[in-house]
């Protein structure tokens, strides 16, 4: 069974965050949301990220009411959208603030459900929630405006050699075919130019729904006659169908990488996506040889 437990993971920021009392705090539906807000508003609010378990299924995630209580103080709420964190809309329509002000990073980038829901593996999004949350963490707190822009600005600079590795994979891999257990490296992939297969599979696994009989045996046989280069598969989720192409995939010699939905603890974002991609950098040049 996957686990369905909330846990809260509070942070104060900065070393003067014992000294006095956050005029205001942030509430992040994601830990990667909460770990940019963390970034963005520097000493001057509380951060409550409250997907945050890396053993945990985001998909499966069901609110309490200590994700209630969290949301009722929050002056500024982050939120993925695309029906990604579904309850996030629920618990906002009960607790009522006349004076929150919500962040969602669908709408800034104008994807829609159906979608794929997986927006932070595509940096520019994260660019995008830096953005707005500089701009409405200005208006809550004018005094500081300046160090939100600032520190929105820094953030976006240090994503560079994240996006310089993606323009030099892209250069060396595009049209490599590759395979995924869920969409959730889908739309990094998409910006490298591979080739993802078994799309139908993902998203069946993704919506915790079976895959068809026809769209595993497409799967199994990408693996078994080597039409793919590598598979990825979500590391939080536990499901049968995915366990036995793993190792499928490992007896025919297919590297196998896990990839997280989650930021893992005590790195950054762009470290976090930096390591995934030098792992599969090494599995694709370690296949063409």
């Not at 800034?108 to 929630?129: C, F, Q, S």
């Not at 953005?131 to 500081?144: S, V």
Request: charged share 20%; with cysteine.
């Amino acid at each position: 069974m996957r686990a369905t437990t909330c846990v809260l993971a509070f942070a104060l920021m900065g070393p003067a965050a014992t000294a006095f009392a956050a005029p205001m705090t942030i509430v992040a539906a994601e830990n990667f949301y909460g770990a940019l807000a963390t970034q963005i508003a520097g000493p001057h609010a509380t951060v409550v990220s409250i997907l945050s378990n890396p053993d945990q299924d985001p998909h499966l995630f069901e609110a309490d009411a200590k994700t209630a209580r969290a949301l009722s103080t929050a002056k500024i709420v982050i939120s993925n959208g695309v029906d990604y964190d579904p309850w996030m809309d629920k618990l906002l329509q009960a607790s009522k603030g006349t004076d929150r002000m919500t962040v969602v990073a669908a709408e800034l980038i104008g994807r829609k459900p159906g979608d794929n829901p997986h927006l932070w593996y595509e940096p520019a999004t994260m660019v995008a929630v830096a953005n707005a949350l500089a701009e409405d963490l200005g208006k809550a707190d004018p005094a500081h405006k300046a160090d939100y822009t600032q520190n929105a600005k820094a953030f976006e600079t240090g994503l560079k050699p994240l996006t310089a590795k993606i323009v030099s994979m892209k250069a060396t891999y595009a049209g490599t075919p590759v395979t995924a257990s869920e969409p959730v490296f889908g739309l990094m992939a998409q910006a490298l130019g591979l080739d993802m297969r078994n799309q139908a599979f993902q998203t069946a696994v993704m919506n915790n729904t079976e895959p068809s009989a026809s769209d595993v045996a497409a799967f199994e046989d990408d693996l078994k006659q080597h039409k793919v280069k590598a598979m990825l598969y979500n590391a939080q989720a536990d499901h049968q169908a995915v366990k036995r192409l793993v190792d499928i995939a490992k007896a025919a010699q297919v590297p196998v990488l896990g990839v997280s939905e989650t930021e893992p603890a005590g790195k950054s974002y762009e470290a976090w996506m930096i390591d995934q991609l030098n792992d599969l950098d090494a599995a694709l040049a370690g296949s063409k040889s």
